[in-house]
C-alpha cells in the first residue's frame, strides 16, 4: 500500500486520508484487471449519453434499400432491382454500324418514350425508405461496500492487505455487473432467435417480434417473445451456417470483425464445452487444422488465435444456461449463489439443459455512458460522479448511526444506456447442451 501507521500517533484522519487515496485509484484497476478478458467488455462500443436529451431517447434506423420497377413508398410491388432499358430502339440493319444515318438507332425511341406513371420515363426504378424510431433510456446502479470502522482499521493487523483485498472485490464486483449487463442488454436487443431443433431449424423473430425480449435476468419466455421451438438439438455447424449466410445477405459483412479469404468473420460468443463442441463435431475437425489465416487487430488481444468457419469463437464461460419451467418458458440459472453475504458457485448451473450463444456484431448496439457532471450553471456545483464504476470513499456523519463520522464505505455509480442500432444483425441461439444429436 505504501501506507505506515503508528497506532500510537495515527489518528483515523490519516486512515480516513488513505482510504479516500485508495478509492482514487480503483478506477484505473478496474480497468487495468477487466481489459482483454471479456468479449462482453472489449467489444460492445461505448460511446457517450447526450447530455440535456431527457431520460428516453429515441434512435432513427433506416432499414436495408434496394430498386424496384414501381413507385408507391410502403405499397411498392414489382420487380426487385433495376429495370434496364435499351436506350435506343432496336436497329433497322444487319449491321450495328450502318453506312446511312437511316440506318442508325434514333435517340429517344419509341421504349424511352413510353412512360410507366406521371412523368416517369420507362426504365425508371424506384428505392423506397423503411425506417423504425426506437426508443431507449439511461439506467444506472450503485455498488457499496461493507461499512468499514475506522478505528478498527486503526488496529487492525495486515491493514495493507485487508484494503488491498477490498480493491479487488469491488474491482471484480463491477467486472461482473458491466459484463452482465452488457450481455442481457444485447440478448434483449437481438432480432433473430434460432431454437436448435434436431430437424427444420429457422431462424425466426427478425420481423421485431423478438427484440425486446430476450434474456431478462430470471427468464426468457418464447411465447410473448412470439417465436416458437423449444430446442431438442445441440448447437451444430450446420445451424451456424444457416446463420452466416444469412447476416451475408441482410448486409451484415460490411463492418464485420475480420475479413479471411474475402469472407466477412463474425463474432460468435459461447461457452467453452459449445466451442469445443464445434470444433469437434464430426465432418468438420479438418476445418480447425488448415486454418492460419492472421486474426483481425481488434480480436488478437483477447488471446484468439484463429477463426472457424467464418466465426471467431469469443469464450464466455458465464453463458447464459436455463431449466425449462413450462412450455415455452425458461428459468434463468445463474452461475453463483450468494447467501448470507457469502458467494458460491452454483452447481445447477454445470447441470442445466439449455444454453445461449450469441452472434456478435458491432452494428447491433452502443452502450451510452454520461460524462462526469460537476455544475449545471447558475453557480450550482456538486461533487461528479463518474458512471463507469469508480469508487468514491464517503463517510456520512449520523446523529445516531456515525455520530463521530468514525464508520464509512465505497460506493461507485454505474449508468448507461442501450442504443439500439441494426438489431437484426443480433442473433440468439439456444440450444440443448446435453443432447448428442447436432441441429439441423
Not at 475506522?150 to 488491498?164: S, T, V
Not at 442481457?184 to 423473430?205: H, M, P, Q, R, W
Not at 489465416?293 to 468457419?309: H, M, T
Request: hydrophobic fraction near 35%; include cysteine.
Amino acid at each position: 500500500m505504501g501506507h505506515t501507521f503508528n497506532p500510537a500517533t495515527d489518528g483515523t484522519a490519516v486512515i480516513e486520508t488513505v482510504l479516500a487515496e485508495e478509492a482514487n485509484r480503483i478506477g484505473a484497476d478496474i480497468h487495468r484487471q477487466t481489459i482483454h478478458t471479456s468479449p462482453w467488455m472489449d467489444l460492445i462500443r461505448q460511446t457517450t449519453f447526450p447530455d440535456q436529451s431527457g431520460g428516453f431517447l429515441t434512435t432513427l434506423v433506416y432499414d436495408r434499400a434496394i430498386p424496384v420497377s414501381t413507385a408507391g413508398g410502403s405499397s411498392a410491388t414489382g420487380q426487385v432491382g433495376a429495370d434496364w432499358t435499351n436506350v435506343a430502339a432496336s436497329e433497322s440493319g444487319g449491321t450495328a454500324f450502318g453506312t446511312s444515318t437511316l440506318d442508325q438507332p434514333a435517340v429517344g425511341g419509341d421504349t424511352m418514350a413510353t412512360e410507366v406513371g406521371p412523368s416517369v420515363a420507362a426504365g425508371t426504378s424506384f428505392v423506397h425508405f423503411g425506417k423504425k424510431l426506437k426508443q431507449y433510456q439511461l439506467s444506472r446502479a450503485a455498488i457499496e461496500s461493507p461499512r468499514i470502522s475506522l478505528n478498527d482499521m486503526r488496529f487492525a493487523a495486515h491493514r495493507g492487505e485487508q484494503l488491498r483485498a477490498i480493491m479487488d472485490l469491488l474491482t471484480e464486483a463491477t467486472r461482473y455487473t458491466w459484463e452482465n449487463r452488457y450481455r442481457d442488454e444485447y440478448a434483449k436487443l437481438s432480432d433473430a432467435y434460432v431454437g436448435c431443433k434436431a430437424s427444420g431449424t429457422a431462424i425466426d423473430g427478425q420481423d421485431g417480434t423478438f427484440e425486446g425480449d430476450g434474456i431478462t435476468s430470471g427468464a426468457l419466455d418464447l411465447s410473448t417473445a412470439g417465436v416458437a421451438g423449444v430446442p431438442d438439438a445441440n448447437i451444430s455447424n450446420a445451424i451456424l451456417d444457416k446463420c452466416y449466410y444469412n447476416l451475408i445477405r441482410r448486409g451484415a459483412g460490411t463492418n464485420a470483425y475480420g475479413r479471411e479469404n474475402g469472407r466477412p468473420v463474425f463474432g460468435l460468443v459461447l461457452s467453452s464445452e459449445a466451442s469445443y463442441q464445434l470444433q469437434t463435431e464430426a465432418g468438420f475437425r479438418d476445418d480447425v487444422r488448415y486454418n492460419n489465416a492472421a486474426v483481425s487487430d481488434l480480436i488478437a488481444p483477447l488471446g484468439i488465435e484463429k477463426s472457424f468457419r467464418g466465426f471467431y469463437h469469443l469464450v464466455d464461460d458465464l453463458a447464459p444456461r436455463f431449466s425449462l419451467a413450462s412450455t415455452d418458458q425458461f428459468t434463468r440459472v445463474l452461475p453463483y449463489t450468494v447467501a448470507s453475504g457469502v458467494t458460491t458457485y452454483n452447481a445447477s448451473y454445470d447441470s442445466a439443459s439449455y444454453e445461449a450463444a450469441f452472434i456478435l456484431h458491432p452494428d447491433v448496439m452502443e452502450s451510452q455512458i454520461p460524462q462526469p457532471l460537476s455544475s449545471v450553471g447558475s453557480g450550482v456545483n456538486f461533487n461528479a460522479n463518474d458512471y463507469k464504476g469508480e469508487f468514491k470513499w464517503l463517510n456520512i456523519p449520523d446523529a445516531v448511526i456515525n455520530p463521530d463520522s468514525e464508520t464509512g464505505f465505497f460506493r461507485g455509480i454505474l449508468a448507461s444506456a442501450s442504443k439500439p442500432i441494426k438489431t437484426d444483425f443480433g442473433f440468439m441461439i439456444l440450444f440443448k447442451r446435453d443432447s448428442s444429436t447436432p441441429a439441423a
